[in-house]
């Protein structure tokens, strides 16, 4: 999907460079305009690759220390069933309310929101958990 994306980009912002160099003005005003969409996007994508990188190694670091949730059973296609997680998810909560400054219990907080389906939630806590941990917390 990434490829996709720069592939995609790399085509709105050859047309906004055909528009900048047309002799009519708003065309060029439409190739501007047209040149900002591909630079947000490369913003995005880089976002969320960093996002995804730091996410995984603090995923990776959890369970290397074993405190990886685990207490979820599991659907057969292998996700978390949902009212499993929703009866734990207080405990998760719980855990961060008595360690604020932990970026292993947002860690947790952030795979429980993402089990009970939250995944809006779930991406702000992991995302708590990078903050703090990049802080040395």
């Known amino acids: 999907m990434s490829l996709l994306l720069v592939i995609y980009l790399a085509f709105a912002l050859n047309y906004a460079w055909i528009l900048i160099n047309d002799s009519s003005v708003l065309a060029k005003a439409m190739g501007y305009a047209l040149g900002l969409l591909p630079l947000l996007g490369v913003w995005a994508l880089f976002?969320?690759?960093r996002f995804g990188q730091a996410s995984s190694r603090l995923a990776r670091t959890l369970?290397?220390?074993g405190k990886m949730p685990t207490e979820f059973s599991l659907t057969p296609s292998g996700r978390a069933d949902r009212t499993t997680a929703e009866e734990l998810f207080p405990a998760f909560a719980r855990a961060v309310e008595d360690e604020p400054e932990s970026w292993e219990m947002w860690m947790r907080l952030g795979i429980a929101y993402d089990?009970?389906?939250d995944r809006?939630?779930?991406r702000w806590a992991i995302r708590r958990a990078?903050?703090?941990e990049?802080?040395?917390a």
Do not use: D, N
Request: proline residues 0%; positive net charge.
């Open 47 to 49: 976002s969320e690759l």
């Open 130 to 132: 990078i903050a703090i």
């Open 115 to 117: 089990a009970c389906g």
């Open 63 to 65: 369970e290397t220390r």
């Open 120 to 122: 809006r939630r779930a």
């Open 134 to 136: 990049k802080s040395g």
